[in-house]
């Protein structure tokens, strides 16, 4: 992932941010709290970590799907462009 190194602060800290929202979970549940404020806090770790999945597979098509050089709108970047709204669209559900 050394094309990540560029992102690697950002990503960081989404993966900081869903260690305590998972910490939160087992808290939660070791001190038997309602299911609804459990399962609530599990939703939201489960959109974190879907935003994280999302970020890294557009930095990687970026990366290694895009000339970079050749400019934004070549038909690749443009392919490339639409691909990545659909993996949005599709980890947002």
């Not at 690749?76 to 559900?93: R, T």
Request: with cysteine.
């Amino acid at each position: 992932m050394g094309h990540v190194a560029k992102e690697k602060a950002r990503l960081l800290n989404r993966v900081k941010r869903l260690r305590g929202q998972i910490e939160a979970i087992e808290r939660a549940v070791e001190a038997d709290g309602e299911c609804a404020n459990v399962l609530q806090q599990a939703t939201s770790c489960r959109g974190a970590l879907d935003g994280f999945i999302a970020e890294v597979i557009e930095d990687h098509i970026r990366e290694h799907m895009v000339d970079q050089s050749a400019g934004r709108e070549t038909p690749q970047s443009l392919a490339a462009e639409e691909l990545i709204e659909i993996v949005h669209q599709y980890l947002k559900k």
